[in-house]
Structure formats: structure tokens, C-alpha cells
């Protein structure tokens, strides 16, 4: 995708906080944004590749972006970390709950509780923080765009043997969003989920394998490709510009909608 190139501008003068930032979907995300005219902060943590995409963003277009260094789970810096972004923004209008890792997978009977407790603590915790900090924020703008990053895995797919803290998350996440959508909408405040089959990102490094699968897998033939739709995985650009689509005004009558994006990989499965 050329930076340079911008389609259309839906988000002039919004600002977007984007967790994850620094890989994969939250990148690709952020890179679409800014160049349809968003103000982006990077919240991740892991700084060198969020820090160079500020960079990259800034050279598209001044001052667009702030890298925010942040674990989404640590309470006290998801607060500083939105309040930093409104301050140097001016405002809020999108939240883009993303940051999430694979963890541990394994035989329920061998995880540990501290395998279980971070996996839980990044997905689940770390949205609850995002979405929490930001709401006053989106209220005081009298609207605003809330989209959560879910997974097929543990909504419509549960043949991941050894997944269960991932699938766990995954599940309470849409769960969440509909709770969530539910409540805010009387502030005009839409919160969306997207549960996104396999994209190609850095996502395998955050995965703690077991090696004590065997025990609990049970072979299953797939049948020839494994995403109909496409050649193999999907892109974080397709999924950006979904992501795009339910932050601008483009899906105004748009919330508590839990839409998957997996070249309908979850048919077969
Ligand atoms: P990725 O690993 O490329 O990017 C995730 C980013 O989140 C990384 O930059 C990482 O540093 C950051 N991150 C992790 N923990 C964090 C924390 N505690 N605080 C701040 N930042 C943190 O992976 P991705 O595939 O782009 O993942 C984005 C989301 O998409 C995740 O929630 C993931 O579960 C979900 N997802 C991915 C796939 C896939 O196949 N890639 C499929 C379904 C859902």
C-alpha cells in the first residue's frame, strides 16, 4: 500500500487511539487511518517498531501520529497513556481495541495459573482498560467509534485444540462489545467486534506452545484451502480497511454488529 496514495478522507480532523500498533492488523490499520486524515496514537509495547512507524506517519503527513509506549493490561498506564493522547491531540473519536497475543497453548491440565492469568490480562483486561479510559472521552465528543478486535476462534471455530485461555478471550470480548454497545448507545457511541480467520502478522511470536500436544489433538483433515475465498491467509490491510469502515460515519446505524473477515474459513472448520 502506497502511503501517498489516499482514497478518501473519512476521519479529517478525528483522532484514533490504536492498541497493537506497532504490528500486524494495528499497523495496517493505523497506516489507513492516517492517510485518510486521522491524528493516530500507536499505543504497544514494543517500542522500535512503533517508533518508526510515527515516524513514517509523521513524514506522510506532520504531527499525525504519537507512539505511546503502554502495556494495555497495566492500569495506570492505559489512564496516563489516553490521558497523554487527548492532551496532545485535543480529543478522541475512535478506539481501536487490538493488542492482543496467542499465549500459552496447551493441555488445560498443564497450564499454569500465570499462563492463564496473561493471556487473560492482555486480551480481556487490556480492552476493559482501553475501552474504560476512553469513554469519557468519546462522550464529551457527544459520539464516537469503538471497535474490538476478536477472533473467530472461540465464536465460531473451537477445533484449535490446546487453545482454550486464547478462545476464552476471544469469546468474552464479544461478549463485551454487545454489553458495551448496548450501554453507550444513548451517547451515540457505537462499539463493533470483528473476529478476523488467519491474517498474516507477527502474531505466531506471541504464542507459548505446549509440547505435550499430542495428547489432546484430534487429527482433522481440512479441506483443500483452508480460506475459500483467497490463496491463504488474509492481509492486515483487509482487515483495516473493515476497521475503517465501522470507525467512520460510514456505519452510522452501525453498533453491536460482530462481523467475521476470514475468506470464510470458518465454513469449513
Ligand atoms: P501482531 O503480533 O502482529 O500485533 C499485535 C501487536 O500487539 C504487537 O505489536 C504487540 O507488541 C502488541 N501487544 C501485545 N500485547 C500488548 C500489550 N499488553 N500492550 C500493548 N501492546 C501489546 O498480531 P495481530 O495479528 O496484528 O494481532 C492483532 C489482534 O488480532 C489480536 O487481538 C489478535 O488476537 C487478533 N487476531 C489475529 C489473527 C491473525 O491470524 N493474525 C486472527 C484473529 C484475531
Redesign the pocket.
Known amino acids: 500500500m502506497s502511503p501517498n496514495i489516499a482514497k478518501k478522507q473519512r476521519f479529517t480532523g478525528k483522532t484514533a487511539i490504536i492498541?497493537?500498533a506497532?504490528?500486524?492488523?494495528?499497523r495496517a490499520t493505523a497506516i489507513q487511518m492516517a492517510r485518510e486524515g486521522a491524528n493516530v496514537a500507536l499505543?504497544?509495547?514494543?517500542n522500535d517498531?512503533t517508533f518508526a512507524l510515527e515516524q513514517k506517519l509523521n513524514k506522510l503527513r506532520k504531527d499525525c501520529a504519537l507512539a505511546v509506549d503502554?502495556?494495555?493490561?497495566d492500569e495506570k498506564r492505559m489512564e496516563e497513556a489516553v490521558r497523554k493522547t487527548v492532551e496532545h491531540f485535543g480529543g478522541l473519536d475512535i478506539v481501536f481495541a487490538?493488542?492482543?497475543?496467542n499465549g500459552a497453548v496447551g493441555p488445560i491440565e498443564e497450564l499454569s495459573l500465570s499462563d492463564w492469568q496473561h493471556t487473560i490480562n492482555?486480551?480481556l483486561t487490556?480492552m476493559f482498560l482501553t475501552v474504560k479510559y476512553s469513554i469519557p472521552h468519546l462522550k464529551s465528543k457527544g459520539k464516537g467509534s469503538i471497535i474490538i478486535?476478536?477472533?473467530?476462534?472461540g465464536n465460531t471455530r473451537f477445533a484449535s485444540f490446546g487453545w482454550s485461555p486464547y478462545s476464552t478471550t476471544?469469546a468474552g470480548q464479544v461478549a463485551f462489545a454487545k454489553m458495551a454497545a448496548l450501554e453507550l448507545a444513548k451517547f451515540k457511541i457505537r462499539v463493533n467486534v470483528i473476529c478476523?480467520?488467519?491474517?498474516s502478522?507477527?502474531?505466531d511470536?506471541?504464542t507459548e506452545m505446549s509440547q505435550d500436544m499430542e495428547a489432546i489433538v484430534i487429527p482433522i483433515e481440512f479441506p483443500e484451502g483452508a480460506q475459500p475465498l483467497a490463496e491463504g491467509?488474509g492481509k492486515?490491510e483487509n482487515v483495516a480497511e473493515l476497521v475503517s469502515f465501522l470507525a467512520s460515519d460510514e456505519s452510522i446505524h452501525i453498533t453491536g454488529a460482530q462481523i467475521v473477515i476470514d475468506g470464510a474459513e470458518s465454513l469449513l472448520s
Open positions: 492498541t497493537g506497532g504490528s500486524g492488523i494495528g499505543f504497544d509495547l514494543v517498531r503502554v502495556d494495555t493490561s487490538n493488542a492482543g497475543i492482555v486480551n487490556g478486535t476478536s477472533s473467530i476462534n476471544k478476523p480467520g488467519a491474517i502478522t507477527n502474531i511470536e506471541s491467509p492486515p
